[in-house]
C-alpha cells in the first residue's frame, strides 16, 4: 500500500453497511521521490572528507652557516627527481657512488622497496660497539627544474611510509642534471 | 442487501517507512555537512597515504596552480577583515566597511592589490569566472605575496593570539620550481614548517 492509512473505513457508525467508502489516503510516494532528490543534491554538494595534509618542516634558512655538519656517505640515500617522472637514487657521493646511481619509478614495487630495504640495510651497516642500533638513514631529495609537484608529494610520501625520520629537500647540482640528461 | 465484498487489496508497497528512513539520511546530511565553497581555480592535489586532518583554525592557504599563478586565502573571515586592513594601509588603499565585509566572505582571491577593489564590487559568482583571477604578484620586483603573508601573520596574531600555520595546496602538475618560489619566499619570513595539501590515496 503506497498509502497512509488514516482509518476511513471505520467510521460508519450504527453498524449499518454502507457503500463502501475510499479511504482519505495520502500518497507518499511523490514525497520519498523529493526526500531522495535533496538527499542526492546535499551529498553531491558538499564536502564530508577534509583534506589530508602533509606536514613538511623546512630547516631554517640561515644566510650565513656556522658550522656546516658533515654526514656520513654511507648513510645518505640521494633521489633525484627528474622530468618525464623520472627518478634517479644512488647512495653516498655522485662522483665514488657506494650504490647506483639507478633508475627507479615511482610505484610501491620499485621506490618504496628501496626505501624499505635501506631502512633497514643502513642501520645494519653502520653499527659499532658504541651504538648497537645503528645509524639512522638520511634520505636527500633533489628536485630539478622539470619535476612537477606530484613527484615530490610522492617521494615525500614513501619517506612517511618508510618513516624515515631524517630528510631533507635540497638544491639539485649541475653534476645530477647531467645524469638525468637535462 | 447484496454480498458485501472483501475490498481488494492494492499491489502496492508501504512508502510510509521508506519516507521516514529518506527525510532521516536528509537531516543527517543537512546537519553534518558545509557547503563547498567555489574555487577559484580548480586545483587537483596529489595523492598520499597521510590520515592527518588539514587543521581548521589558524591557518592560511597558499594555492598554486595554472602554472605559477598563486592565490591566498585565510580561513577565519574575522582575520580576513584584519589582513585586509593591514595591506590597505601598507598600499594606502582605503577600504570602505562594506568592502572589508564583502572581503571577510571570499574564501580566496589572487588579483594584484591594485585590483582588488574591482574584484571586491564583483558578485561571488562572477568572481570566480575562469581567467579573472591571474594571480598574485610574487616576483622580486613586485613581492606582493610576502606583503599578504605578513599581514595575515600580523592579523591572526593580533585577533586570536596564535601563530598563524600556511598550507601549500599545489596542483600535482605544477612545476617544482614555483613550489620551491613559494617556499623560499615563505622561509625568508622564518616561516619553516608547512601543511601540504594532498588527496586520498587507496592504500
Sequence with gaps: ?182 | MAKVKMSKKATAVDMTAMCDVAFLLLTFFILTATAKQPEVVPVETPASTVQVKLPDTDLAVITIADSGKVYFGVKAPNVREKTLQLIGEKYSIQFTPEETKRFGLMEEFGVPVNQLKGLIALSSSDRNAEGLQKGIPHDSLNDQLTEWVKAARNANAEVNEKQLNFAIKGDAKEQFPEIKKVIDLLQKQQVNKFNLVTGLRGE
Design chain 1, 1 to 182: 500500500m503506497a498509502q497512509l492509512d488514516t482509518g476511513g473505513g471505520k467510521a460508519d457508525k450504527g453498524g449499518k453497511v454502507r457503500s463502501k467508502k475510499q479511504n482519505s489516503n495520502v500518497d507518499l510516494t511523490a514525497m520519498v521521490d523529493l526526500a531522495f532528490l535533496l538527499i542526492t543534491f546535499f551529498m553531491l554538494t558538499t564536502s564530508l572528507s577534509k583534506p589530508q595534509s602533509m606536514d613538511l618542516a623546512m630547516p631554517d634558512k640561515d644566510e650565513k652557516i656556522e658550522n656546516e655538519i658533515l654526514i656520513s656517505e654511507n648513510r645518505t640515500m640521494n633521489l633525484v627527481l627528474g622530468g618525464d617522472n623520472k627518478l634517479k637514487m644512488y647512495m653516498g657521493q655522485l662522483d665514488k657512488p657506494l650504490e647506483g646511481p639507478k633508475d627507479l619509478t615511482y610505484s610501491k614495487e620499485s621506490l618504496r622497496k628501496e626505501v624499505l630495504e635501506k631502512v633497514k640495510s643502513v642501520p645494519m651497516a653502520t653499527r659499532t660497539t658504541k651504538k648497537p642500533e645503528g645509524e639512522p638513514l638520511i634520505i636527500l631529495i633533489k628536485a630539478s627544474k622539470k619535476s612537477t609537484y606530484k613527484n615530490l608529494v610522492d617521494v615525500l610520501d614513501e619517506i612517511a611510509i618508510g618513516k624515515v625520520q631524517v630528510y631533507a629537500i635540497v638544491d639539485i647540482v649541475p653534476q645530477e642534471l647531467e645524469l638525468l640528461g637535462e
